[in-house]
């Protein structure tokens, strides 16, 4: 119902578009409350399971994992800084909850690139979704990030899953993006050589496009991993587990050495996601050509 303008203080009538949306999101949580039962049982099975693997076993072996993954990526320097970080992360009693963080980014990463990687292919193939695409995006991406709390609150109440369903919408953007770019740039000049020789789409798909577009995909991967980890902190509010608790405790009892070091922890977890995606995507075959021809 749309308001008399008198409500406004403007000669513009009240829009109620809260309204609309509250009931919109009413409706959805009462129709499919059973499909989110289920969605909330698989991220959390999901979850802690993933967090089993990081927290349970000793500090170092998971220490010496994860810096033995930046070193097979870049080299002595990175797997030498990833322990010196791991060792400040545990020197401030931070390690847990951050491995607790790095298990809600690593989950929702995977979710957003399952539906953005695909959502990017397609819209690169076919204009009219990109045409759709590209405005959900827009609206996505400058929507705050407290507004994506608001509705997973209320349809999956408080803990990881709601944190992980905010951090997959919020992140998911730069995924699809930086598809649809990557494969939209591909010569179609070697498309057509491709199918000149008689290979199918799904073929030329496989085997030309995205192997050509994988730094331009490597690059919105690792734009993904970043800002999964800034939204799971702000999921701290909602009770995700991890670094984000930590600094939402420290903000509400004015603890200023509680949030100097999860600050700290989530710097260097940020460091070390960032640092380790940028080599994987330096060890891409493309860019290796294409650093070979500088």
Known sequence: MIHAAADTGTF??????????DTAVDWVTATFDPVFDGIRSILETLYESL?????????????LVLAALAFWAKGWKLGLGTLVGFVVIAGVDQWTTAMETLALVLLATVVALLLGIPLGIWAARDDRVSRVVRPVLDFMQTMPAF??????????????????????????APGVRLTELGIRQVDTEVVEAGRAFGATDGRILRQIQVPLALPTIMAGVNQVILLSLSMVVVAGLVGAPGLGAEVVASFQRIDVALGAEAGLAVVLLAIYL????SALADRAPVARALAAAR
Do not use: H, M, N, Q
């Open 274 to 277: 960032d640092r380790v995606t």
């Open 147 to 172: 507004v994506y709390l608001i509705p997973t609150v209320v349809i999956f109440l408080t803990g990881p899953v709601p944190g992980l369903v905010a951090t997959v919408a919020f992140a998911i």
């Open 51 to 63: 967090e089993w693997v990081l927290v349970t076993p000793p500090f170092a072996v998971v220490a």
């Open 12 to 21: 513009v009538p009240r829009l109620p578009i809260g309204e609309w949306v």
